[in-house]
């Protein structure tokens, strides 16, 4: 195992009517040493059904790296809302990078949260996501746990990730995403 290290972000949440959502978020990736953008807008179909689609784009700090586009889609289910939410995403991912061929890779992750009883809004959560390339089976496996509190429209979550990567070390890291809220 490597020691920890941290992945930062900062971004916008954008919220049009009640049944689109769109997000930008953009940060450093400590485990790989890169910076990174991610764009996604979700359509709610109905309350525990939403489309998801995205770009992700990766942009390694050294030099002799190249950088890597996701092009993404799918849904995410919500079969518990409330106080304690459970929420299951799955998308299909296209990778695409100058030093490798395109890969199709799929990625499902479970995610369980409780909004505790406090007038602070603060809410726990952990998941567990499996990533697995199309030809090549299971790639990575990602855990993460964490708390989120909301002050007006300024989200803030901290959290603990653990990436196991095929044929890599563990990567153990502490991660602080903050964005913003706009519309409903």
């Known amino acids: 195992e490597r ?3 941290a992945w930062t972000f900062a971004g916008v949440d954008v919220n049009v009517e009640t049944r689109w959502r769109s997000a930008i978020r953009v940060g450093y990736l400590g485990d790989v040493d890169s910076r990174i953008l991610i ?3 979700s359509f709610a179909l109905q309350e525990a059904a939403h489309l998801v689609a995205g ?3 990766v942009a ?3 030099a002799n790296s190249a950088a890597t586009s996701l092009l993404r889609g799918g849904a995410t289910w919500l079969p518990l809302r ?3 939410a459970i929420d299951n995403r799955f998308l299909v991912e296209r990778r695409s990078n100058r030093s490798a061929s395109a890969a199709v890779r799929g990625r499902d992750r479970l995610r369980l949260s409780w909004l505790l ?4 809004r603060v809410g726990a959560y952990g998941s567990a996501e499996a990533i697995a390339v199309v030809g090549d089976g299971l790639f ?3 855990f993460q746990a964490g708390v989120v509190t909301t ?3 300024v989200s803030v979550e901290v959290y603990w990730v653990q990436r196991r990567i095929h044929a890599r070390p563990v990567f153990n890291g502490l991660g602080l995403t903050a964005f913003y809220r706009i519309g409903a």
């Open 151 to 153: 002050v007006r429209r």
């Open 117 to 120: 009883p406090s007038p602070l």
């Open 55 to 57: 770009y992700v784009y």
């Open 3 to 5: 020691p920890p290290v």
């Open 39 to 41: 764009t996604e807008t």
């Open 60 to 62: 390694p700090a050294g």
């Open 82 to 84: 409330g106080r304690v």
């Open 140 to 142: 990575e496996k990602r």
